[in-house]
């Protein structure tokens, strides 16, 4: 059984450039969700895929979108990019949309210069 | 408005001396309860689920109670290996589909 993945793991960008992160799914789960966690804080809602569609959002702005295929893998799209959208970027999966645990990938650690 | 609160922020223990994490909740009907731990440089792994009070789970060296207003996370003669932050997280009304994460407290056990 794999666990969930993201790539990359590392990323440098600069202001006003655009980024994608992607995310595979543990085997068998069809839902994901996008968390950012800056540093020494905890992890905030982005948004949730199910199904392809976006089930829920958290308090960020549109330039934060997202998609997810068929084989449940996403990916997480941010456009615009400002010096305060440096964090680690989380992906995790579940079984199904809400009250069952997460499983975490490792993340993708986003600094924008 | 929806808030959850760790204390303390960090925790220092000698090996084998007990402690207490909390984590205080105002949540608009509280669904779940949850519990991850994270270390350095990785995603949160899962460790508790619970979903009303009086409510009590037990995993090796720590354990986890719920009341109408907060979370304890217990841990029993704790090893430097349960050195992490760990984090609690609550399933609202607010938001059905997300988990509301608090900041954490940054256990460290000494040998």
């Known amino acids: 059984e794999t666990g969930v993945t993201q790539s990359p793991t590392h990323l440098i960008k600069t202001r006003g450039q655009q980024v994608t992160l992607r995310c595979s799914s543990q085997?068998?789960?069809?839902?994901v969700s996008w968390y950012q966690q800056a540093l020494g804080q905890g992890p905030q809602f982005i948004f949730q895929?199910?199904?392809?569609?976006?089930?829920g959002r958290g308090n960020f702005p549109p330039r934060f979108s997202g998609l997810q295929f068929p084989n449940y893998s996403s990916e997480l799209n941010v456009n615009a990019l400002e010096l305060d959208d440096s964090a680690l970027y989380l992906c995790?999966?579940?079984?199904?949309?809400?009250?069952?645990?997460?499983?975490f990938g490792s993340g993708t650690q986003l600094s924008v210069l | 408005e929806d808030q959850v609160t760790q204390s303390p922020e960090a925790l220092r223990l000698q090996e084998g001396e007990s402690s207490s994490l909390n984590c205080s909740y105002t949540?608009?009907?509280?669904?779940?309860l949850f519990w991850y731990r994270q270390d350095p440089g990785k995603g949160p792994e899962f460790l508790f689920t619970?979903?009303?009070a009086g409510e009590e789970k037990e995993k090796e060296r720590l354990k986890a109670t719920l009341t109408k207003k907060e979370s304890f996370l217990h841990i029993t003669a704790p090893k430097p290996e349960d050195s992490a932050t760990y984090l609690c997280?609550?399933?609202?009304?607010?938001?059905?589909?997300?988990?509301?994460f608090g900041t954490g407290t940054r256990l460290t056990v000494i040998p």
């Open positions: 619970l979903y009303s």
């Open positions: 085997s068998g789960h069809n839902t």
């Open positions: 895929y199910y199904r392809e569609e976006e089930n």
């Open positions: 995790a999966s579940s079984l199904a949309t809400g009250g069952e645990k997460l499983f």
């Open positions: 997280a609550a399933w609202g009304q607010t938001g059905a589909n997300n988990l509301f």
């Open positions: 949540v608009s009907g509280l669904r779940g």
